[in-house]
Nanobody
Framework: QVQLVESGGGLVQTGGALRLSCDASGRTFSGYAMGWFRQAPGKEREFVAS????????YYADSVKSRFTISRDNAKNTVYLQMGSLKPEDTAVYYCAAERKLSVATIILPGNADPDYWGQGTQVTVSS
């Protein structure tokens, strides 16, 4: 079992920044590729970003590319999502996810994401 706990959400103005954290406990954190997803009211959950086990490979949804940065610290069992130039359309509940991967280089791709574990989510609200 892996427990994931997100934090760092809140209310921010358009153009502002937030950093989300996801703390993992349980099984070996470094054995999992990690991802961030989000779900806005009335919409389906969507992929935001992912990072490989080693942290060397990342992937972003087009909507957040160049504004968000995903990173991880395997020593701290934590994955981060630095969000900048925030827009009202970024308003959503943000979820952290872990997907077991054999390769240190493999990332979670939006087309075939199948996380083994999910966090409970953290609300991000961007006011206009």
């Amino acid at each position: 079992q892996v427990q994931l706990v997100e934090s760092g959400g809140g209310l921010v103005q358009t153009g502002g920044a937030l950093r989300l954290s996801c703390d993992a406990s349980g099984r070996t954190f470094s054995g999992y590729a990690m991802g961030w997803f989000r779900q806005a009211p009335g919409k389906e959950r969507e992929f935001v970003a992912s990072i490989s086990r080693s942290g060397r490979n990342t992937y972003y949804a087009d909507s957040v590319k160049s504004r968000f940065t995903i990173s991880r610290d395997n020593a701290k069992n934590t994955v981060y999502l630095q969000m900048g130039s925030l827009k009202p359309e970024d308003t959503a509940v943000y979820y952290c996810a872990a997907e077991r991967k054999l390769s240190v280089a493999t990332i979670i791709l939006p087309g075939n994401a199948d996380p083994d574990y999910w966090g409970q989510g953290t609300q991000v609200t961007v006011s206009s």
